[in-house]
C-alpha cells in the first residue's frame, strides 16, 4: 500500500490549500483515512479523519469550520480543503489508512502512511 500526499506549499494567513492523497489498491482497500500534521518540537497531532465509504467525518476542534475532509473513492484519493489558514497550522501533513471502515482519531490506529507534505502559512 502506498500513500502519495501533495498540495502543500507556502500560503498566506486566511488564504485556502487543497491537500490530496493519492492511494494504491491493496489489502483493505475498503478503508478508513485521515490527515495529522506534525510542526517541528510537537507531536504529530489528529487533524482529520473520514470513514468508509465515507459518510462519517471529524475533524480536531483546533480546525473545525475551516478544514473539511473528503474522499473520491473512484479515485483512490484523499483530500483535505483548508480554509481561512493560520501560522499555527503551518506544519508537515499526514495522510493515513487504517485496516479498518471506522474512522479514528488515534495515530497508532493506522498502518499506511505517505511521506508528508509542507504547508507553511505566513502571517
Known amino acids: 500500500v502506498q500513500l502519495q500526499a501533495s498540495g502543500g506549499g507556502l500560503v498566506q494567513a486566511r488564504g485556502p490549500l487543497r491537500l490530496s492523497c493519492a492511494t494504491s489498491r491493496g489489502p483493505h482497500s475498503s478503508a478508513a483515512m485521515g490527515w495529522f500534521r506534525q510542526a517541528p518540537g510537537k507531536e504529530r497531532e489528529f487533524v482529520a479523519a473520514i470513514s468508509w465509504p465515507g459518510a462519517k467525518s471529524y475533524v480536531a476542534d483546533s480546525v473545525k469550520g475551516r478544514f473539511t475532509i473528503s474522499r473520491d473513492n473512484a479515485k483512490n484519493t484523499l483530500y483535505l480543503q483548508m480554509n481561512s489558514l493560520k501560522p499555527e497550522d503551518t506544519a508537515l501533513y499526514y495522510c493515513?489508512?487504517?485496516?479498518?471502515?471506522?474512522?479514528?482519531?488515534?495515530?497508532?490506529?493506522?498502518?499506511?502512511w505517505g511521506q508528508g507534505t509542507q504547508v507553511t502559512v505566513s502571517s
Open positions: 493515513a489508512r487504517r485496516s479498518y471502515t471506522t474512522a479514528s482519531t488515534l495515530a497508532a490506529e493506522y498502518d499506511f
